[in-house]
């Protein structure tokens, strides 16, 4: 009896003493400590399966230390639905339908910090919720040529647009405890020969054009991850590029988040060991399904990194510095017991959704006011174009999405107007159909059997009889539009669109065409037609933010990320030859991409960058700037009143741009350096501040390794778009 309550009070007095919280487990211990304390405790293998994929999106936590496993997702533009262990292929769960996002050409065309902040609150939720602690996205690949399949998942041509853009996103997502993983780190820029293309370029163009939004990623947005590129830079593949990794992301801006491979993008054990690569995904070993065993044992960062780690050929340091940036990913994410729990499908996101559409359509032409619809003149409309009904959340490769719901344009004029407007419907053309991606169904049926020329008469009646005429074309996400894994063939509208859309603009005057794409499409039938609006793709809330524009309840106030050319060789790429290459790409056009290379040449464009209308008019004052002359370590200050002068609310975007007049080196004429978008009641007028400093004034030398600003004569551009300057004033840099 006594013995037994002595081994009792025994136990009792060894439960009572708490065992001391190892350090990696303590979350008031600085990350650093927790990390060095969890490697301390690893073995070989347990640091080895760290590094590679075990799942096509999950990695291997440490299951012995209660490490949890790393899960990502895409992408950019919502949270892909759960796949098969080892497929691509959805796994057919019924709790994953998300809410599609605008594509980022459409947050990139809002010019709004605000917009993208609460794009990348609102996407890290749904992540988070999902469970996912790394989300693949966003991409800031730079537009070099329309005919770029992926470019509306990226942020358009200009550095400092994407660069501004891309910050808020990451703290947005971030902010939820997942990790944002930029991408494609860097250059890639086609998708054309995406494993094989090498691509060269001066280091003027790598740190002035290609660099800086990944760079502004990592140095102000603190990004905890990026992705590196499918494509080589210099011979080597970009996921472990020396340069690239080690020099650039590593060295000079001091990033210590992971870098992840692109699925499929690793190809040497011992460049990925030592150049700065720490997960490795998607590599074609046929998965779980070639080897008995776990095929994902041959991944080059599996077994082959542990042979030559045990056998000594690849130094354990190099084991060490990955997994000491996965374990800061985990203390960041699932290891932070104070991040939010996220939530999913809500309608708050559709709803921050439907507003960035709303900020990011791009009115490109609005003759005689021939939109906003007035709903109460008009009796019958008719709504012609294949995308008026298609769905676009489905397909274009890994950003394709099983969106709860999509409002089709069709749709959201409909129940835009209600009874009392004749909504009338042609299809007019079809393209490619597919009906599903990845095993996610569009559940649409909506392949028509008819000929061209029915389809044609009867969208050509259809349109006679209307008073109002709205089409609804562009691109689609089938391969060789907007998609993933190849490039478009023309700048021109697939499925002889041109010609319908003279056509109808011959039966009917009143009419609006309405782009969905992610790319510049060409218009010859542009002087047709009095009204062009560009409706990118919208997400779940597509319909609903078209119809508002369309209809005047909100008032367009998007801005072009990318120049619009008539012509192919208007852009520097293919009036250069240097596009797609043979294996081989160099940029000649070099720092003149986008509309750099226009106003160098003085090629009109069809509509240029930063150029959006408005329902109303604004117009602006003198620039006038604090100081005429600045030292490198001065700021000047630059100001311009603008004004309201139409009669309804609207927001502007007012643009900054930088011209240097005489240099030592070539630049462009003028280069965005500053921007603000701003809301003004009808009549009211605002007084806008920018501030310079020699940053803004800088450009890259490539001797010297750095940004330089030379004395001299400096011009500042104010204006509407690139091509409309409202007003100039010079400085002088001393
Ligand atoms: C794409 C990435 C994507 C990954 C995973 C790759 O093919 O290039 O952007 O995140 O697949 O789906």
Redesign the pocket.
Known sequence: MKKTFLLAGLLILSFALPAQTPTYLDDTKPIEERIEDALSRMTMDEKVAMCHAQSK?GSAGVPRLGIPENWMT??PHGI?PEVLWDEWNQAGWTNDSCIAFPALTCLAATWNREMSALYGKSIGEEARYRNKNVL?GP?VNIYRTPLNGRNFEYMGEDPHLAAELVVPYIRGVQSNGVAACV??FALNNQEVDRHTVDVNLSDRALYEIYLPAFKAAVRQGNAWAI?GA?NLYRGQHACHNRRLLNDILRDEWQFDGVVVS???GVYDTRQAAYNGLDME??TGTNGLTENSANAYDAYFLAKPYLDKLQSGEIATATLDAKVRNILRLTFRTTMNKNRPFGSFGTSEHAQAGRTIAQEGIVLLQNDNNTLPIDPNKTKKIAVIGENAIRMMTVGG??SSLKAKYEISPLKGLQDRLGAQVEVRYARGYTGEISDGYNGVSTKQHIRDRRSADELTAEAIKVAREADFVIFFGGLNKEKHQDC?GDDRKQLGLPYNQDSLITALAKVNKNIAVVIISGNAVSMPWRKEVPAILQGWYLGTEAGNALAAVLTGDINPSGKLPFTFGEKLTDYGAHATGSYPGQGEVTYKEDIFVGYRWFEKHKIKPLFAFGHGLSYTTFSYGKAVVSAKTMTRDDTITVHIPVRNTGNRVGKEVVQLYIGDIKSSVPRPEKELKGFEKIELQAGEEKLIGFTIDKEDLSFFDEEKHAYIAESGKFKIFIGSSSSDIRSTVDIELK
């Open positions: 999106f895409d992408g892909r693949l991409g991408k494609h992705m499918y692109d699925w499929g995904f998607g490769g890994s993933e």
